[in-house]
């Protein structure tokens, strides 16, 4: 790929002829560390095929150029892959018309977008962002407006701080809200005291659950989860743990909100991960990731008219949450998603990857502990004995990039048209990276 970039010269030499040290020397000198990349490898483009990805890595004998089949899609933000043709045709083609104007007046995409994303959600109001921790703190802010107004036990209004609780283990984003909607210390560190009003029970266990709203009777404002925890290792509840969650919340009148920022968008084959689970519609979602093809940030929290008409002018805002770009985008994204059958495409392709990702697994019991997943997420738990880091190094040995999450669990979540050639790409990575572990 040859952009005007390319050739601009950075450092007396044209960022084209840097090597992978001289980049990694940039990224680590300069950048706050958030991140811990493999060193080697450098993401030149797209590739070939939607599903692959064009590096440039190190070797004993200097860098030479390879394909990688991406097996994570951005932690399940790019659902059509990459160098999609409609997608980039018309991207290019919307960015060539304007740059971008503020909320303060109407643009001809925004309207359109939320009558889509109305048809494709089922709920009624929506608030776009950019990123999904923003739409998380619109959120929190969306469930203490409806607390003060209409929560507790008389529905009359929360007087003290309105709890909300949320999952041990859960990810909802970086934000300062999110932060303290999680209970992992490494993102808590140094940062209290971070907002009052959050307690976390155990993920899939409602008696925990139970007990939290009997503790705190009266005063909480919502349960606020993923449906699937993601990070966490692709964890996924029993069949009755939200359809109860969502009862007790009923009881107590107080909201049941979802965050479905990677679960969203047809990854688990359904629209959202709560169509899974036999649910009534929660009050609450959050969206995000794959809601701008991969292109572009673009999140939104979605919810009910009661709720989401207590947001007014002035009380909340964004430049570019809703901009023209972003609305035009998320309204493709999901006119791509219903046009190209996704959902049965996820549905037949997870279950041939799973089934294919279990075959291996059972030729190393003593190291792989659980094969789990739905749709187009899948989790691989290897035992704790070895070192997930490892593992992801070796998939990329093996031409795979995914990724390590919580030290024992490989996430496998590829672009959602991955094809079978991809699929088993990533089963023979997988097989030959534990065989080295
Ligand atoms: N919520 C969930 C479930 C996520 O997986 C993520 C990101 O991985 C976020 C929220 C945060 O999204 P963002 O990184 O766009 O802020």
């Known amino acids: 790929m040859n952009t005007i970039i390319d050739a601009y010269e950075v450092n007396g030499k044209p960022i084209k002829d840097w090597t992978i040290k001289e980049h990694n020397e940039a990224l680590d000198k300069l950048g706050a560390r958030i991140y811990k990349p493999f060193h080697g490898v450098l993401v030149l483009g797209g590739g070939t095929k939607p599903y692959m990805i064009k590096v440039r890595k190190e070797t004993k004998d200097g860098e030479k150029e390879m394909e990688l089949v991406d097996a994570l899609a951005c932690y399940s933000a790019v659902p059509f892959g990459h160098r999609d043709p409609v997608i980039t045709e018309n991207v290019n083609k919307f960015i060539a018309q304007m740059a971008t104007i503020p909320r303060s007046i109407s643009h001809s995409y925004l309207g359109p977008w939320q009558v889509k994303l109305q048809e494709f959600t089922q709920m009624d109001m929506f608030l776009p962002k950019s990123s999904g921790t923003e739409a998380n703190e619109a959120a929190i802010k969306a469930i203490r407006k409806w607390a003060k107004n209409y929560g507790g036990r008389d529905g009359k209004g929360i007087k003290g701080t309105p709890y909300i609780i949320t999952a041990k283990n859960a990810f909802h984003g970086r934000g300062l809200g999110s932060t303290a ?257």
């Not at 939290?212 to 925890?229: L, M, N, R, T």
């Not at 609450?284 to 929290?301: E, F, R």
């Not at 002018?313 to 430049?319: C, I, L, V």
């Not at 899948?378 to 704790?384: A, D, L, R, S």
Request: proline share 5%; with cysteine; net charge negative.
């Open 181 to 437: 909607m999680m209970d992992d210390p490494t993102t808590r560190k140094d940062l209290e005291p971070l907002m009052p009003g959050f307690e976390q029970v155990p993920f899939n266990d409602v008696e925990a659950m139970e007990a939290k709203f009997k503790e705190y009777d009266g005063e909480i404002a919502a349960v606020f989860i993923e449906p699937i925890q993601a990070e966490a290792g692709i964890l996924i509840p029993d069949d009755n743990y939200l359809r109860d969650v969502q009862k007790l919340c009923k009881e107590n009148n107080a909201l049941f909100v979802l965050d479905e920022i990677q679960t969203g968008y047809c990854r688990t084959g359904y629209n959202f991960a709560w169509q899974l689970y036999d649910l009534e519609k929660p009050d609450l979602v959050t969206l995000g990731k794959a809601m701008g093809s991969g292109g572009l940030p673009v999140s939104c929290l979605c919810g009910k008219k009661e709720i989401m008409e207590l947001f007014e002018p002035h009380g909340e805002g964004s430049t570019f949450g809703g901009f023209p770009l972003a609305s035009f985008v998320g309204l493709l994204t999901i006119h791509e998603l219903e046009k190209r059958d996704i959902i049965k495409m996820v549905r037949e392709n997870g279950k041939y990857l799973k089934e294919k990702l279990e075959e291996v697994a059972k030729n190393y019991p003593e190291k792989v502990k659980e094969v789990r997943g739905i749709g187009m997420l899948i989790g691989v738990e290897i035992k704790p004995q070895y070192d997930g880091h490892k593992l992801s190094l070796n998939m990329i040995e093996h031409g795979v990039y995914a990724k390590e999450t919580h030290d024992t669990n490989l996430r496998i979540a590829p672009p959602i048209v991955i094809e079978r050639e991809g699929m088993d790409k990533i089963v023979s990575a997988l097989d030959a990276s534990l065989a080295d572990l």
